[in-house]
């Protein structure tokens, strides 16, 4: 056994484990600032305003879970060499639509668009809503 995955591993590169197999996060995230909705020290007034006010809507909501409310707080704080590589998206351009549904319009005037990274340093929250990625390891693709 050990011969086939060494031969495995000649040919074909750094095995994946099973548990860590890339993933696919979609993001919404502004193209002169990398940073997200949420994010409020970077952008306009407009973008920071903006920010503001998804971040009262979505808290009050009970649908869009902190990151610390939906299991992804030892991603964030244990697993990190930093707090900033912690970047946030979904699972699908689907679920991402529907975590800024209302905002949607405002978001797209402003100019933030849907990115797809690829990333093997993640991890999935309880609620299956949102995904935590290690952004330094992440390839933006």
């Known amino acids: 056994m050990l011969k086939f995955v060494q031969k ?5 590169g750094k095995l994946i484990a099973p548990w860590r197999k890339p993933m696919y996060i979609y993001r ?8 997200g909705p949420y994010s409020q020290q970077d952008g306009t007034p407009d973008m920071r305003a903006l920010g503001s006010l998804l971040i ?13 409310d939906d299991g992804l707080e030892d991603f964030f704080y244990k697993n990190q060499k930093s ?23 405002w978001l797209m005037e402003l100019g933030y668009q849907v990115e797809i990274y690829r990333a093997k340093d993640f991890q999935v929250s309880d609620s299956k809503k949102q995904i935590a990625f290690n952004i330094t390891t992440a390839k933006k693709i």
Do not use: I
Request: aromatic content about 18%; overall charge negative; glycine content about 6%.
């Open 56 to 68: 009262q809507a979505h808290s009050r909501s009970g649908l869009h879970p902190s990151p610390w």
């Open 8 to 12: 495995l591993t000649k040919n074909f």
């Open 28 to 35: 919404l995230e502004h193209p002169d600032t990398g940073m």
């Open 83 to 105: 707090k900033s590589n912690a970047y946030f998206g979904c699972s699908s351009v689907s679920d991402l639509y529907k975590w800024f549904e209302e905002f949607w319009p």
